[in-house]
């Protein structure tokens, strides 16, 4: 791949719901949906504990919550149609995240979307930026381990050819942050739901507004040298 030391990270991974779509009231309105229907209440605070979550512990969060016998398999199932169902309705961009992707993928850095949603609904999910903006997608159904296992981020990295070490992987969540730490990336983050701290090696920012390949690179020329 291009040699962009000094200039550039070697790749730029992004996630998607709270990230790049604000989602995450989607999500919220199809948890509670589902809740109801098992006969539960879905609170507010029910949802942060669940921001950046993978289907699989939302899912056993949910029978935890209601009680319900019904299969795991069948409420995720339910799960995944309620937010089909939200998305139909539209999804609005996050600041600055439409100019983000379209300057990378001007570029001749290699860009991936690293999303715990499950592939069904990447499609519906990512609404104006369009799948087809990226190198290459990873779904959380397409790997062993979902976030906050480091998996996605590895998958996405080898994907491309470039090191983790060198990529600049945005996340928005708790969740997805530790992905992103864990498979060694240099970690920005972008609260959405859930207020974020900065620490060793994760710069917090208020959002994507005026984020580029210029200063993605001198992040990671300031931490991996």
């Not at 990270?9 to 999500?27: C, I, K, N, R, Y």
């Not at 779904?139 to 994907?159: C, H, M, T």
Request: overall charge negative; hydrophobic content about 45%.
């Amino acid at each position: 791949m291009p040699d962009h030391a000094g200039v550039a990270p070697q790749a730029v991974l992004l996630d998607m719901d709270g990230t790049l779509v604000d989602s995450e009231a989607l999500w919220g309105r199809a948890e509670r949906e589902v809740v109801s229907g098992l006969g539960g209440v879905w609170t507010d605070e029910d949802h942060r504990r669940n921001v950046g979550a993978a289907s699989v512990p939302v899912t056993r969060y949910i029978i935890e919550l209601t009680g319900t016998d019904v299969p795991p398999a069948a409420v995720a199932a339910e799960l995944r149609a309620a937010f089909s169902r939200q998305l139909a309705g539209g999804v609005e961009l996050r600041p600055g995240a439409k100019e983000l992707v379209a300057a990378v993928a001007r570029s001749d850095v290699p860009m991936a979307l690293v999303t715990s949603t499950e592939r069904s609904v990447v499609d519906a999910a990512i609404g104006g930026i369009g799948a087809g903006s990226f190198d290459v997608t990873v779904a959380g159904d397409e790997v062993e381990q979902n976030k906050p296992a480091p998996d996605p981020y590895l998958r996405a990295a080898r994907l491309l050819g470039a090191d983790p070490a060198r990529c600049v992987a945005v996340e928005d969540s708790p969740v997805g942050i530790a992905s992103a730490v864990a498979a060694g990336c240099v970690t920005v983050a972008v609260p959405s739901m859930v207020a974020l701290e900065e620490a060793d090696g994760l710069t917090v920012l208020d959002s994507l507004v005026g984020v580029d390949l210029r200063w993605m690179g001198a992040l990671v020329r300031e931490q991996r040298g």
